[in-house]
Each structure stands twice: as structure tokens, then as C-alpha cells.
């Protein structure tokens, strides 16, 4: 991937919690919470998803590729963690503050990368093996997943036509 490529997509990751906040902007009180009838995550759920899966998940395996030598990178369950840490139960402005400031640390250290250091491997559960360059484009794929999600909720909530999207597992 070229230089312009590169930043290309990480203007792309900056813009998903500014995404998610005008998203949020167009909810009433409570609908943040509603669930879809087919199942997947309310809003306010996929928010704070993002934002522990950020902070969890990439920070550690960013970190952990830069410091360790063939590292093996656990999957983040998003599933698991929704329910112990109570998503639903939690504000949603808080959790879009939160991604947000994960997401600028992450693309910072990635922009400071030399190099050589994009090369960095590990291993990833259910994944395979994994570079730190394969890292921003894991996370796009990641976040467009959410938007579909959240753009078929948010028709629901509307009472609009659904998208055709399907509930998958938060396991990243």
C-alpha cells in the first residue's frame, strides 16, 4: 500500500466516531437502547463495542507486535464482554468519547511507524498470521461492518424498509 493509500484509509478510520455521533444526534431518548428483532446489538451497545474493542483489542495487538517477537493475538469477544460489562446500561456520548480518543491514540502510533515495522508479525486466534499493516485494514472492515449494522438499525428504529444486513458475531 502506497503513502496516499495509507492515508487515505486511516482518514477513513478517523471518521467513524464522528459517524457515530451524528448518528446518535438523530435518536430520541431511549432509542439508543432498541434491539433489533433478529438480534445483534442496540446502539448504544455497538458504541462502546467499538470503543473496548479499540482500547482491548488493537491497542494490545499493536503494542504487543511492536514489543514482541511473533506474539499469538487473542480475539476480542465482543459478545462476552457486552453482557459482563453492561453495554446496554452505559451512556452512549461517554462511549463515542471514548472510541474516539482510542481510535486517535491507535492511528497516531501508527503514523509514527518506520518502515520496517509495518513488516512486524503474530499470530491471530481464528485469524492466522497477521502483520501490522493488515492491522488498518482489519479495522476498516471492522468498523464498515458496524455501520451496516448500525444503518439497519437505526431504519428499524425509523420504522424504514431494513437493510439487508445480518447479525455477526462480535467476535474481532
Known amino acids: 500500500m502506497?503513502?496516499?493509500?495509507?492515508?487515505?484509509l486511516l482518514l477513513t478510520l478517523e471518521s467513524t466516531p464522528a459517524l457515530l455521533a451524528r448518528a446518535a444526534a438523530t435518536l430520541a431518548p431511549g432509542q439508543e437502547r432498541h434491539r433489533p428483532p433478529e438480534g445483534g446489538f442496540s446502539f448504544v451497545e455497538n458504541v462502546w463495542h467499538l470503543a473496548d474493542?479499540?482500547?482491548?483489542g488493537y491497542t494490545v495487538r499493536i503494542r504487543r507486535l511492536l514489543e514482541e517477537h511473533e506474539p499469538?493475538?487473542?480475539n476480542f469477544d465482543g459478545d462476552r464482554i457486552a453482557r459482563e460489562r453492561g453495554y446496554q446500561e452505559r451512556d452512549v456520548e461517554?462511549?463515542?468519547l471514548a472510541f474516539e480518543q482510542a481510535r486517535a491514540r491507535n492511528l497516531e502510533t501508527l503514523r509514527r511507524l518506520a518502515p520496517a515495522e509495518w513488516r512486524r508479525s503474530g499470530t491471530q486466534e481464528s485469524?492466522?498470521?497477521v502483520t501490522l499493516a493488515d492491522l488498518p485494514r482489519m479495522m476498516a472492515e471492522?468498523?464498515?461492518?458496524?455501520?451496516a449494522e448500525v444503518a439497519s438499525l437505526?431504519?428499524?428504529?425509523?420504522?424504514?424498509?431494513?437493510?439487508?444486513?445480518?447479525?455477526k458475531s462480535a467476535v474481532a
Not at 502506497?2 to 487515505?8: A, G, I, K, L, M
Not at 474493542?53 to 482491548?56: A, M, V
Open 127 to 129: 485469524v492466522g498470521r
Open 142 to 147: 471492522h468498523d464498515r461492518s458496524h455501520a
Open 154 to 167: 437505526l431504519s428499524a428504529i425509523r420504522g424504514e424498509a431494513p437493510h439487508r444486513s445480518h447479525p
Open 53 to 56: 474493542l479499540e482500547r482491548d
Open 94 to 96: 461517554r462511549g463515542i
Open 72 to 74: 499469538v493475538l487473542q
Open 2 to 8: 502506497n503513502r496516499r493509500d495509507f492515508e487515505t
